[in-house]
């Protein structure tokens, strides 16, 4: 076996040209976690905005990817940790863009045998967010939500599971095929906040079906639509940044409406949660693949994922980048 392994590095944050192959040592295991050959990853948009360095994702020099897919081949100890040895297995970790990766047992899910290494690369970072909106959703006296960002990955597969739980969906987006895009699988309530009155539309809907909670993607001015939406005593949830924007909530929302803004992170969920209910979560979303795959819009190696990143940041929408992890 090699004493190094291809891996994506960053030696500063700031810019994707920062991007480049180096080799490098595999390291020692501590004990409860375990060295995963990886298979696949993808790009997700917490990705670059590490890279950018707009995410908390630790101090460069760093090798990027937080997602991916792979086999156990080294265990560092403990019982867990030696329970995946040679297992396929998704799983979160930091440095997912490379060859090998070493991720905390706790982050590490086997996969069932009838999903794929390519399935199994995007099997945790919207769909486990996914499962964490609909907890949030299910707390409410309505079971229906509104969303920005509707024709993202993550949305649609938040739609798509949200049908087969009978919760009502209203979902916006900036353009007509974007719209048309969500009827196409079943979306019922599509608003294209690009038209003139659009956001009275969404409300009479969402007063109708009663929402009182909203998912936010964007940040900005969208934060603020989101809670003129929903109803009294209603809740956005901030969990992107793709406006580059601070969010805006004003006093009329927050005092008069005793409306509230909140932040949600997959990552702090994953810190507080026992692995047996992260593992339930994992089953239960392998077993919901047919709504919570992920359509990649091409695949690449790791020395054409600087290429395929920037065009991703021009588009991500039905853009979704598989990585390869093999260096071409």
């Not at 998704?90 to 490379?98: H, L």
């Not at 047992?105 to 499962?131: H, K, R």
């Not at 599509?190 to 009182?212: C, L, M, P, R």
Request: charge should be neutral; proline fraction near 3%.
């Amino acid at each position: 076996m090699s004493t190094t392994f291809s891996a994506l590095r960053i030696n500063h944050k700031g810019s994707i040209e920062e991007l480049h192959i180096e080799q490098l040592p595999f390291p020692e295991l501590q004990e409860g976690f375990v060295l995963i050959k990886v298979e696949c990853s993808t790009i997700n948009p917490s990705d670059y905005l590490n890279i950018l360095g707009h995410y908390p994702g630790g101090d460069a020099p760093l090798t990027p990817g937080f997602e991916g897919s792979g086999t156990v081949t080294k265990s560092g100890g403990g019982s867990l940790a030696d329970s995946l040895l040679n297992k396929r297995v998704t799983f979160i970790a930091s440095g997912t863009w490379a060859e090998y990766t070493v991720a905390s047992a706790t982050s590490v899910f086997p996969l069932l045998d009838s999903i794929t290494f390519e399935q199994g690369a995007s099997l945790n970072i919207n769909p486990l967010t996914v499962a964490l909106f609909i907890e949030k959703v299910k707390l409410r006296p309505s079971k229906a939500f509104v969303q920005n960002a509707g024709a993202s990955a993550l949305a649609k597969q938040f739609i798509r599971w949200s049908q087969r739980l009978g919760i009502t969906s209203i979902n916006l987006v900036r353009r007509q095929e974007q719209v048309d895009l969500l009827k196409s699988f079943g979306a019922e309530y599509v608003f294209n906040t690009s038209e003139d009155g659009w956001k009275n539309k969404a409300k009479e809907i969402a007063t109708q079906f009663g929402v009182t909670v909203g998912f936010d993607a964007i940040g900005g001015k969208d934060t603020q639509d989101l809670a003129d939406i929903i109803g009294y005593k209603g809740v956005v949830y901030n969990y992107g940044l793709l406006s580059g924007k601070s969010c805006e909530m004003g006093p009329a929302s927050l005092q008069f409406q005793d409306k509230r803004l909140k932040g949600l992170w997959l990552s702090a969920w994953f810190k507080v949660t026992d692995y047996e209910k992260k593992l339930e979560a994992s089953m239960s979303v392998q077993q919901n693949i047919d709504v919570l795959g992920t359509e990649y819009g091409h695949t690449v190696s790791l020395g054409n994922v600087k290429t395929a990143l920037a065009s991703y940041l021009q588009n991500a929408t039905n853009n979704k980048v598989l990585i390869r992890t093999i260096v071409e």
